[in-house]
């Protein structure tokens, strides 16, 4: 079965630091590409970022970049977002997707991360 696993949200204060998890599995990690989603209160999801597991090339959203990194171990499938230096306009649920041949779009569950003073 096909499954992403998002992990490693909660709550800091302005200018902190979490590590977000996407474990996946049922697939073949290397042949695709994994990327984070964040969904604000009655907007819609928009991308953060997103890696190529194959080569680890990389995109970031214009408003993340040089804070963010996202990355990825092929070992343990994951793919991981460091999120740094957050902002509270940072806050949302946080969503890894991917899109795998024969299945369509998965996405993991939520992780909620708040950036509250």
């Known amino acids: 079965e096909v499954q992403l696993q998002a992990s490693g949200g909660g709550s800091v204060q302005p200018g902190g630091s979490l590590r977000l998890s996407c474990a996946a599995s049922?697939?073949?990690?290397?042949?695709?590409?994994i990327a984070w989603f964040r969904q604000d209160p009655g907007k819609e999801r928009e991308p953060i970022s997103c890696?190529?597991?194959?080569?680890?090339?990389?995109y970031y959203k214009a408003s993340v970049k040089g804070r963010f990194t996202i990355s990825s171990d092929s070992a343990k499938s994951t793919v991981y977002l460091q999120t740094n230096s957050l902002k509270p306009e940072d806050t949302g649920l946080y969503y890894c997707?991917?899109?795998?041949w024969g299945y369509g779009p998965r996405w993991g569950q939520g992780t909620l991360v708040t950036v509250s003073s």
């Open positions: 890696i190529r597991n194959s080569d680890g090339t990389s």
């Open positions: 997707h991917a899109n795998i």
């Open positions: 049922g697939f073949t990690f290397n042949d695709y590409a």
